[in-house]
């Protein structure tokens, strides 16, 4: 269980960070139909609240208050409780009453658990997906691609989404819906995970680009032992994580 949660609190994301977050005031006075067009006030919250926490504006260990979230999206703070306790259901958040919802850390047990999911649909996607057809490597070349221009420029919150789409383009390419919905339930935990690892390990996503051009190797060539050993390493080094500190 948590420590008490501590009254420090990291900045709220900007509404030029986070669209989804803007409030009413700040959408364009001039077009009257822009307002119908926003979403419902708790899933503004939601957005803005999980995008925080995905993306490390709002770290592990940050106390979130009602009163600060309705000022920040412009809502009044009714969204914001059912907001925060959908996000308490996923386990990004624990509401402690009249104090606010503290943001769970990402755990050691987590990692290791996501990293034992992950290893085994990816393993048998991989080798299934041999021999890869051109559409599939086209579409990992391009992601590849997108994922080292997002590196070299930094944005390692988007690359982390790219590095995701990479790996979930292989699991879809082999027809299981279930399979793919399954991984799909994995994502919000990956995203987390990857964006913690980018940071805390700045040197990780020279070798994840490697890695990936590994795999798109290996699957060219349409050899499976080799695409399944190359996702072995590539997926088991977060095991790194669960057996040090989890950030």
């Not at 990402?106 to 034992?116: L, P």
Request: proline letters at 7%; charged letters at 25%.
């Amino acid at each position: 269980m948590p420590a008490a949660p501590s009254a420090a609190m990291a900045p709220p994301p900007s509404a030029a960070e986070h669209p989804t977050a803007a409030s009413p005031e700040s959408s364009p006075k001039s077009s009257p139909k822009s307002s119908l067009k926003q979403p419902p006030a708790a899933e503004r919250v939601y957005a803005h609240v999980k995008q925080g926490v995905l993306e490390r504006h709002y770290e592990g260990g940050t106390l979130l208050t009602e009163g600060e979230l309705a000022e920040a999206v412009g809502v009044s703070r009714t969204p914001v409780r059912e907001a925060l306790l959908k996000l308490e259901v996923e386990g990004l958040l624990r509401l402690y009453p009249k104090k606010g919802a503290l943001v769970l850390p990402v755990s050691a047990q987590e990692i290791a658990d996501v990293v034992e999911t992950r290893l085994l649909v990816e393993t048998h996607s991989v080798r299934k997906a041999v021999p890869a057809p051109a559409g599939l490597i086209d579409r990992l070349t391009a992601l590849l691609e997108q994922q080292r221009e997002q590196a070299a420029a930094g944005d390692l919150a988007a690359a982390a989404r790219t590095d995701r789409c990479f790996h979930a383009e292989i699991v879809r390419s082999g027809g299981n819906d279930i399979l793919s919905r399954l991984y799909d339930q994995l994502r919000d935990r990956q995203l987390r995970m990857g964006v913690a690892v980018m940071h805390s390990h700045p040197d990780r996503i020279a070798k994840t680009l490697a890695e990936h051009e590994e795999i798109l190797a290996a699957l060219t060539a349409a050899d499976a032992d080799a695409a399944v050993d190359v996702v072995t390493r590539h997926v088991g080094w977060f095991q790194n994580l669960a057996r040090g500190a989890a950030r």
